[in-house]
């Protein structure tokens, strides 16, 4: 059964069935698929943080399914002369922009927008420190893609915990597929919330034993002034990066992701970002052909069937 939804805003909609949905049609993309979608389709971009691969990565995305790309640009908008987020969206709507994808530095901006009803599709591409699902998506894509399963993976995801809205996206998915769970990085910053997917362990016990090593950056426009002041790059490095002198105990069928962008000799030893057991650009390659995939579902569906986004995006 083919699964739909109209707004992909958040991990809690993503069942197992519609995870395998997505990566296999990924997959077909990645392979020279083509999409049905019936176009013309116009899209819009708005990023209200600033990004790098999310953003050009749906770009590339909508332009491969044959999608007009509306430019925005937040600091030339109304928003700036205190338009709402809603209300932009309906002018959008209005001149006939069928699909937003938005990025937004609030934690679940997307509730109220969805309450709304708003006569266009939403994807979120990253609110504040809450959720990522096009990041969660091709993270699994890429899993998938080197081991073919999720059942009974150790998977360590290791780092910024409290600010890392891959940490909370790809934790759910990955609990729920049957993986084996494992945080580690500063100890206060792995909070009750994680607690119920999987254990605290020191980086170096982790190591050894993983199938895939789970790195995130270091948030720093997320820290507070007092974190920012006694942070040592040097110190976090030893203690919590994969460095040179740990990396030779990881196995050697295990790999290394990261969502970027990467703060080299931090998260992890400069000479390391583009290793043999590194899958960094490959998540990014990746990325396209999921967004692709997810665009895709979002826009095969009528708007008035909304009952199951609004319902799981909670």
């Known amino acids: 059964m083919i699964l739909a939804i109209t707004d992909f805003v958040s991990a809690n909609q993503v069942t197992t069935d519609l995870a395998n949905q997505l990566i296999t049609r990924a ?4 392979h020279g698929a083509q999409s049905n979608l019936a176009l013309p389709i116009y899209a819009a971009n708005l990023f209200f943080e600033p990004s790098t691969r999310t953003h050009t ?57 969805l309450a709304e009803h708003l006569p266009l ?59 084996e769970l494992t945080f580690s990085g500063p100890k206060a910053w792995y909070t009750k919330e994680f607690e119920p997917y999987g254990p605290y362990q020191p980086l170096a016990e982790i190591v050894p034993k993983v199938d895939v090593l789970m790195l995130l950056r270091v948030q720093f426009e997320r820290l507070s002034d007092a974190e920012k002041a006694e942070f040592s790059e040097s110190t976090y490095h030893e203690r919590f990066g994969l460095s040179d002198k ?9 790999i290394i992701m990261h969502p970027a962008p990467v703060n080299r000799g931090i998260e992890l030893a400069d000479d390391l970002v583009e290793c043999p057991q590194s899958r960094i ?29 609004h319902a799981l995006a909670h």
């Open 27 to 30: 997959e077909e993309f990645k």
């Open 57 to 113: 990565s749906f770009e590339m995305a909508e332009r491969r399914l044959g999608m007009t790309v509306m430019p925005f640009d937040p600091r030339q908008s109304s928003v700036t002369k205190g338009e709402t987020l809603g209300d932009t969206l309906r002018t959008l709507a209005a001149i006939g922009v069928q699909v937003a994808v938005i990025r937004h530095p609030v934690k679940s901006y997307y509730q109220s927008l």
């Open 121 to 179: 599709r939403i994807v979120n591409a990253g609110d504040g420190a809450g959720q990522h699902p096009s990041q969660m998506m091709l993270d699994l894509m890429t899993i998938h893609e080197e081991f073919g399963h999720f059942d009974g993976l150790k998977i360590a995801i290791v780092g910024d915990l409290t600010h890392s809205r891959v940490a909370k996206s790809d934790m759910q998915l990955l609990h729920e597929l049957g993986a």
């Open 246 to 254: 740990l990396y030779p105990k990881l196995r050697k069928s295990a």
């Open 281 to 309: 650009f490959a998540q990014m390659h990746n990325g396209v052909f999921m967004r692709m995939a997810m665009l895709e579902l979002v826009c095969q569906q009528p708007l008035q069937e909304r009952s199951l986004t």
